[in-house]
Structure formats: structure tokens, C-alpha cells
């Protein structure tokens, strides 16, 4: 009789690279809220999945139609990261997190895209990276405002006849606003692709981040949930006036408790005009989302569909293309003012 164990735990400190950029001074541009509520500071953050990003050199554990192909090479990775560094200076935000990235060589190369900028205030002097083994892409954040810590938090899914599922870590990331923190809890969850065992691994994902997010507003501390969900906003649990119900994994299923956000998707006007973020298969869907929880809210949320990286009439995002080397990302970016 072959015995089965399920685990579910949080790995921290797990295949993660913590790293400042070298400045003269360091500068914070989170800057004092002028709306005359109750909140101290604004930070403007952006996200996007920047579509399978690797860089020129060749592990072995790239995507396959990546690997010994001549289309792939040092002068089309130059090219990319132009019009990526294009997209982060156009959006000119505090915080810019990406999923797909290959690995910390990459943050170093768009950090050293970004240099030279004579604008202290516009720095990225921040940055940090996550992936977990056996995966060919993870999750980055540039930063102007100081990272203080960084924690990992993997699935862990073994039994004694299935190996352990490759999927992307959480990544908690406290930065330091002046005199408060903020917490960022960046996603990528397992793709839609594949088995039919990813909706049991997103939802497996989704209990980590509920129960991550429960330990951290018990520090009383303002939260940003972002990421690409690979799960469409409306798949989520809704309780109605935008909230969304991220629920606690128990005993093999989600729970009906967990830790109430708001969703800006619902909330905000702009983000009512644009369809969704990601296209395919000629329909919009909104799996790239942020959501706020303790006493962040957000006062401006949209998709940036205005720019290079999608079409000017239909704002469907310009994808990648690795045959001839056009295109951007097969998403957009979404962008959110977080007021706290």
C-alpha cells in the first residue's frame, strides 16, 4: 500500500537574490498625500508580466523555443531590454514589479539600461528577485524606495508517486516609506496550460497568500496584493462593493473565511473603460490584478493602454514575438495609486 503525504508550508528566505543598486544618495519618492484624508503617503506602483524575458546566455533552462535558435541572441535580448527600460520610464512609477523574468542577471542589465538618469528622485536604487528551483522564470521588483526585508513563501506538494509541481514563489517585500512601512506581496500563480491539476495549485496559492496576508495585517501594516493570477478578477470570491474574499486553504479545499481586500477593477472608473489586461484567443480577461488590504486604498487604478506596447485602436497588448523579434509582451501593464 503506497502511503500518500500531502504538505503545504511556507519555505522562507528559498532561491531569492536581495540587492541595492549603487547611488550616491538614496532618495524616497513616496510623497505626502495631499487629498486631505487620513493617509500620510501615495505610492504609484505598476505591474506587468513582461512575457517570458530571458536573457542571452543559454542554461539550458529556458523555454525550449528559446534554446539553439538563431533569432534568440545578444542583439535581440539588447533589444528587448530598450523597449522594456522605454515602458518603465513612460510609466514613471515608485515601484515596478515584473513577472517572468529569468533570473538576477536580468535586473542587472535593466538597471544598468536605467542609469544615467540626472533626476535623483527617478532612480530605481532597489531591487530584489525570487524564483524557485526547477523554474525557468520568477518574479523581480525595482524599487525607489528603500527595501528593507524580503521573504520567500513556496508550495511544497510532494507524495511518494507525483514529483513536486514547478510553480513560482510569493515574495514579501517590505519597503520603507520615510516613517512607514508598506507591504508588497507579489504573485505569480500556476498557469491555466498543462494538467487540470492548475486550478487545485492556484487554488493551494491562494491560501498561502491569505494566510501570509493574515500574518502580516496583524503588524498593522498597509498591504498591496499584485501579481498575474492567472485567474480571471470575476473567478475570485466576491462579497459585493468590490471587495474580493482571499481565502484560507483547510483541510484539502478553500475555506469560506480569509482576509477581505478591495479590488480596484470594480472600484475605479478608468479601470471600467478598459476591458481586461491580457488577450487571447480573442478575449479579454483580467487575471493581472492589485488588491489593498489593512489601511492601503486605492485613489487611481488603470490598465496602461496608451503606448508602443499595444495597439493604438484596439489596445490589445503587442506581444513578443521571437520569429522577428517585434513586439513587447502579450499583457499590459497595470498601473495603481495606493494611498496609506
Known amino acids: 500500500m503506497i502511503l500518500k503525504k500531502v ?24 510623497f505626502q498625500s495631499s487629498s486631505g484624508s487620513d493617509k500620510e503617503y501615495e505610492l504609484k506602483v ?18 525550449k523555443q528559446f534554446v539553439k535558435n538563431d533569432k534568440w541572441n545578444r542583439e535581440a535580448y539588447i533589444e528587448r531590454l530598450k523597449r ?7 510609466l514613471d512609477v515608485d515601484v515596478f514589479v515584473m513577472e517572468e523574468i529569468e533570473n538576477e542577471a536580468v535586473i542587472h542589465d535593466i538597471s544598468n539600461f536605467l542609469a544615467g538618469e540626472w533626476n535623483a528622485k527617478k532612480i530605481y536604487t532597489d531591487s530584489c528577485f525570487a524564483t524557485d528551483k526547477g523554474s525557468s522564470i520568477g518574479c523581480a521588483v525595482l524599487s525607489r524606495i528603500p527595501v528593507s526585508s524580503m521573504t520567500v513563501h513556496s508550495l511544497d506538494v510532494r507524495t511518494e508517486v507525483e514529483k513536486m509541481p514547478v510553480t513560482r514563489p510569493v515574495m514579501k517585500v517590505k519597503l520603507n516609506c520615510r516613517d512607514k512601512e508598506i507591504i508588497l506581496i507579489v504573485n505569480h500563480w500556476k498557469s491555466k496550460t498543462g494538467k487540470d491539476t492548475g486550478e487545485k495549485l492556484r487554488n493551494m496559492q491562494e491560501g498561502i497568500l491569505a494566510r501570509l496576508a493574515s500574518e502580516t495585517l496583524k503588524e498593522n501594516n498597509p498591504v498591496l496584493i499584485l501579481g498575474d493570477f492567472n485567474r480571471d478578477i470575476n473567478d475570485f470570491c466576491h462579497t459585493g462593493n468590490g471587495h474580493v ?11 469560506e473565511d480569509g482576509i477581505n481586500t478591495v479590488c480596484p ?11 481586461g489586461s491580457y488577450y487571447f484567443k480573442d478575449e479579454w480577461s483580467r487575471i493581472d490584478n492589485m488588491f489593498a488590504a489593512g ?9 496602461a493602454a496608451e ?9 490589445i497588448p503587442k506581444r513578443y514575438s521571437l520569429w522577428n523579434g517585434t513586439g ?13
Do not use: M
Open 328 to 340: 513587447y509582451s502579450d499583457h499590459l501593464p497595470i498601473v495603481g495609486i495606493v494611498q496609506f
Open 295 to 303: 489601511s492601503a486604498d486605492f485613489i487611481d487604478f488603470f490598465p
Open 307 to 315: 503606448g508602443n506596447w499595444c495597439e493604438s485602436d484596439t489596445c
Open 84 to 90: 522594456l527600460c522605454s515602458v518603465i520610464k513612460t
Open 46 to 63: 505598476a505591474n506587468w508580466n513582461v512575457q517570458t524575458f530571458f536573457d542571452a546566455e543559454t542554461s539550458g533552462n529556458e523555454y
Open 265 to 275: 477593477w470594480f472600484t475605479l472608473e478608468q479601470s471600467l473603460v478598459q476591458p
Open 245 to 255: 474574499l482571499l481565502r484560507f486553504w483547510h483541510k484539502g479545499r478553500l475555506s
Open 7 to 30: 504538505l503545504l508550508q511556507v519555505l522562507q528566505n528559498k532561491c531569492f537574490f536581495l540587492f541595492c543598486l549603487i547611488a550616491a544618495v538614496i532618495f524616497t519618492s513616496c
